[in-house]
């Protein structure tokens, strides 16, 4: 089936630093979501996109979806400690009604 | 607020045991979702239900079956446990196609 390249697989930066992260597709989506897992915890939302080209932010975090849609990426501007966790892009292809695919995660890791 | 609830957070079983992780949805969701979140394989759909009364396979479907008899509720079942079944569980909801998805937070489950 379809597969979301994501990367980098995991980062170590330090507290303040901006964060950039992407994930890739062969494939058509119309739709690309953010997530964030911390811990022991489930995929929380955190930013949606349904249009080639949009932009969204929420607070220190902005995601484009790419004017292909084949890709998306994350970025977080002035890291802090607690933004540690796994990111994970999702998608829905094009021609399908119900299926998000699901990137691998990035595990970033932030020192303080 | 709740979201999605899943019951129990742990468990531990042998193999040949059988058992039911219990999903529920408060947010009047048509769709749901069970993932298995596995090391380096990121989350995988296992079975989905559209509405109630209706369920499908997804991409790993084989020693799991489903049940939605009410709207809220989506349950897993394993027949018969089998180590290759230790996982985490992650049951989500969303309120249609194209939609993000909402995740509950999880069903640790050892099988030895």
């Known amino acids: 089936g379809q597969q979301l390249n994501q990367s980098p697989q995991s980062m170590f930066i330090q507290e303040g630093e901006d964060v950039s992260m992407n994930c890739t597709s062969s494939?058509?989506?119309?739709?690309w979501l953010w997530y964030k897992q911390d811990p022991g915890e489930g995929p929380v939302l955190l930013i949606a996109?349904?249009?080639?080209?949009e932009l969204t932010s929420n607070g220190r975090l902005t995601a484009q979806f790419g004017i292909t849609r084949k890709d998306s990426f994350l970025n977080i501007s002035a890291s802090i400690p607690s933004d540690v966790g796994i990111y994970f892009c999702?998608?829905?292809?094009?021609?399908?009604?119900?299926?998000?695919?699901f990137g691998k995660g990035t595990l970033l890791t932030v020192n303080p | 607020n709740a979201g999605v609830t899943q019951t129990p957070k742990f468990r531990v079983l042998k193999t040949g045991q059988s058992m039911t992780l219990l999903c529920a949805q408060d947010?009047?969701?048509?769709?749901m979702y069970w993932y298995r979140q596995d090391p380096g394989m990121g989350l995988r759909l296992i079975h989905y239900?559209?509405?109630?009364?209706?369920?499908a396979k997804g991409e790993v479907p084989d020693g799991y079956n489903v049940s939605r008899l009410k709207k809220q509720n989506f349950l897993l079942g394993l027949e018969s446990a089998a180590p290759s079944q230790t996982s985490v569980y992650f049951c989500?909801?969303?309120?249609?196609?194209?939609?993000?998805?909402?995740f509950g937070d999880g069903t640790r489950l050892s099988i030895l």
């Open positions: 989500a909801s969303s309120s249609t196609t194209g939609k993000p998805q909402h």
């Open positions: 494939s058509i989506f119309n739709t």
């Open positions: 996109l349904y249009k080639a080209g």
């Open positions: 999702a998608g829905q292809e094009e021609g399908s009604n119900y299926k998000l695919t």
């Open positions: 947010m009047n969701h048509e769709y």
């Open positions: 239900s559209v509405g109630e009364g209706t369920t």
